[in-house]
């Protein structure tokens, strides 16, 4: 079993079945009787919409565990979602990112096995997302991917199966989604919730311009003046100058690996481009921003958003990539 823990969305693959569970990372929690309610899909739903006693958390910020419990609660519902009835103890693949300190990485080995886990494995995100977007990682040659998730986004040059180098900023969907609820409470007096900030993101978001006519939308929010419910309409280009700031920290993060980046590698990368993973990856005309501030064609992984999960299933497969990526003690 293949998972991709994320700060925003949870997948699983199973050998032979490909992916079984697609999920957001959310628990709707009775905060009277401290036991879960919900889980994914059902639980995301209940973010802002709740009675006083529910409240809907995400055990996972910044691409760690920060609530053991919740999270250990969820990973075991969504095992249970992924086996057949009767199923074993499956043996795990868990991505997880690259910066994480020791600690955090046993936050996740515990969890697994709380959940059920027979044995676990570890492997970085960067590596896996290369895997799964089919880059040639068991060559010698460089390859630079940016996997941008929920919570953390992770430049890496990877080749023979390793990351060279590899900068991890905790900068990523989740902090465009905070500066478009910041901008839109700073300039129209309008709060909104990160639902509605999210679906934002998603039909207006874009990290570069175009010389085609912009889309507008309008959006309902409380009114800070009157304390009112309100609709504004905003355009496509608020939306852009709301995100930039988060951009350039991950744009910078990208030139800070190409600086360092050993000569033959970056003549790999210079022939075969820049590869963007992750649900970030989606943003409309990201892949333009980074072309033009590093010079460098740029082009989105098939799939971006599974790319991590498909890799866990690589590594499945390939017995050899088993001993030589994951942790070297799979316990």
Do not use: W
């Amino acid at each position: 079993m293949g998972i991709d823990l994320g700060t925003a969305n949870t997948l699983i693959c199973v050998s032979g079945k490909g992916i079984v569970l697609e999920e957001p990372s959310v628990v709707a929690i009775d905060r009277d009787k401290k036991v879960p309610l919900a889980f994914g899909e059902e639980a995301k739903k209940m973010i802002g919409k709740t009675s006083g006693n529910i409240i809907a958390v995400r055990p996972l910020k910044d691409g760690v565990i920060a609530d053991f419990e919740n999270a250990r609660l969820m990973l075991e519902e969504f095992i249970r979602r992924s086996q057949d009835r009767g199923g074993t103890s499956p043996r795990m693949v868990i991505g997880v990112p690259t910066g994480i300190t020791e600690v955090e990485r046993r936050a996740v080995k515990n969890a697994a096995r709380e959940a059920g886990a027979r044995e676990i494995g570890l492997i970085d995100e960067p590596v896996a997302a290369a895997l799964g977007a089919g880059l040639p990682v068991m060559e010698a040659t460089g390859n630079l991917l940016i996997d941008i998730g929920g919570g953390t986004t992770e430049v890496a040059v990877i080749s023979l199966q390793n990351n060279v180098l590899c900068e991890s900023v905790r900068v990523a969907g989740d902090e465009l989604t905070e500066s478009i609820i910041q901008y839109i409470k700073k300039v129209h007096n309008l709060v909104i919730g990160e639902r509605t900030a999210e679906n934002i993101k998603i039909k207006l978001g874009s990290a570069y311009p175009t010389d085609q006519e912009e889309p507008v939308m309008e959006i309902r929010g409380i009114h800070l003046i009157s304390g009112l419910p309100r609709t504004i309409t905003i355009k496509a280009g608020e939306v852009r100058e709301s995100i930039a700031e988060p951009l350039s920290i991950i744009v910078d993060a990208v030139k800070r690996t190409l600086e360092k980046t050993p000569p033959e590698l970056a003549a790999d990368i210079i022939d075969r481009g820049i590869i963007l993973a992750g649900g970030g990856a989606l943003l409309r005309r990201l892949d333009t921003l980074i072309a033009h501030e590093t010079g460098i064609i740029t082009h989105v992984a098939e799939d971006p958003l599974r790319c991590v999960v498909r890799g866990t299933e690589e590594v499945l497969k390939n017995s050899k990539l088993l001993e030589r990526i994951l942790d070297k003690d799979l316990r």
